[in-house]
């Protein structure tokens, strides 16, 4: 069993940032990935630009130098693979964690690896797990069909075909927009009355005159109703209609693993915001030695936290660490033969 002062679930740029923290408060730090290195942005549409520059994406103090005024996804994937190799970030790539036990001071964290299994002993934990992996699912049959995804990743697959897009805020706006310029039949749902105001200024009038001209179908104050293999059933303000389909991308949003967090012991508001219960200033939850980081703080409001301010969460933690951990280098207490307080059988990051 491996053991460290601080183990970080997430290696996306937050939990990097905390690891980063952590270590130069003077704290040994392992981080565990149930993906690659910054999973979620590795499975972004592969020819993304983010929305702000990439001076708001830095971490760890590294200038993140880039040929346009708002990088790329790939851009951000070389910053980030330079970030972890520059603080020698130890980072533990495909574990997916299976269980966590014990209390603060002596947190033991069981996890699949590429190999078997690797356990870690940890004074201290720090969640940072996003919202990715988790889709806001439509509830209706057929949406385990193959032809059903909610990622989007590139267009040219789409060519020549009937390619449903339901939402209308800016992931579906995006992809609704490349789709019809590659060559696909492009029919947007979405319940809300139009386009929604919050996608961003350049793309929504694109789109809007995309519909109007009708080179974009669109049918507003509509839901899906069921999927079949080469139909699509919806519910319009005009009553039901079937439409042709080969593809649904169901770009509907995401959310944390609140079952993860509620198998820490982390207390969650109601719904609909369902936040986690977390200490402002140091972002330690309820349980006690347990910090949440990035996304994950704003419940199901995912729009409060990005990579922008995530970001500084690491050096809130840090500080408390600072505070709480003593001297670095004394090594964590020998956890006591007892049940274990906190236990997960889900997967996480």
Request: proline share 6%; aromatic share 8%.
């Amino acid at each position: 069993m491996e053991q460290c002062d601080v183990l970080v679930i997430g290696a996306g740029p937050t939990g990097m940032a905390c690891a980063i923290e952590a270590q130069r408060a003077g704290y040994s730090a392992i981080s565990v990935e149930k993906g690659c290195l910054c999973n979620s942005l590795y499975h972004y549409p592969v020819n993304m630009t983010f929305f702000t520059t990439s001076e708001l994406l830095e971490i760890g103090d590294l200038p993140f130098a880039c040929a346009r005024p708002k990088p790329s996804r790939m851009e951000a994937l070389e910053y980030y693979r330079k970030v972890a190799e520059h603080y020698r970030l130890d980072i533990r790539q495909y574990h997916t964690v299976r269980s966590l036990e014990g209390s603060d001071g002596a947190f033991r964290v069981h996890c699949d690896a590429p190999h078997g299994t690797a356990d870690f002993l940890a004074r201290k934990v720090v969640v940072a797990t996003g919202f990715y992996d988790l889709p806001n699912r439509l509830g209706v049959p057929g949406e385990e069909l193959p032809k059903v995804t909610h990622y989007y990743r590139e267009a040219h697959p789409y060519y020549n075909s009937d390619v449903m897009v339901v939402g209308a805020k800016n992931s579906a706006a995006i992809a609704a927009l490349e789709l019809w310029r590659h060559g696909a039949r492009v029919t947007l749902v979405h319940r809300g009355a139009g386009v929604d105001a919050k996608v961003k200024y350049w793309i929504k009038p694109d789109l809007e005159n995309r519909i109007k001209n009708k080179e974009i179908a669109a049918y507003f104050q509509s839901s899906v109703r069921e999927i079949t293999p080469d139909s699509v059933l919806l519910e319009t303000p005009q009553g039901a209609r079937r439409l042709p389909n080969d593809f649904v991308l169901a770009m509907t949003g995401y959310h944390p693993d609140f079952a993860f967090l509620r198998s820490l012991g982390v207390e969650l508001s109601a719904a609909p915001d369902s936040k986690p219960v977390v200490n402002e200033k140091t972002l330690e939850s309820n349980v006690a030695g347990i910090y949440l980081a990035g996304v994950v703080v704003a419940g199901r409001n995912t729009g409060e936290i990005f990579i922008e301010n995530g970001r500084h969460h690491g050096s809130q933690i840090a500080e408390d660490l600072r505070r709480k951990l003593g001297e670095p280098g004394s090594a964590p207490k020998k956890q006591k033969a007892s049940a274990p307080s906190h236990t997960n059988l889900r997967s996480a990051e």
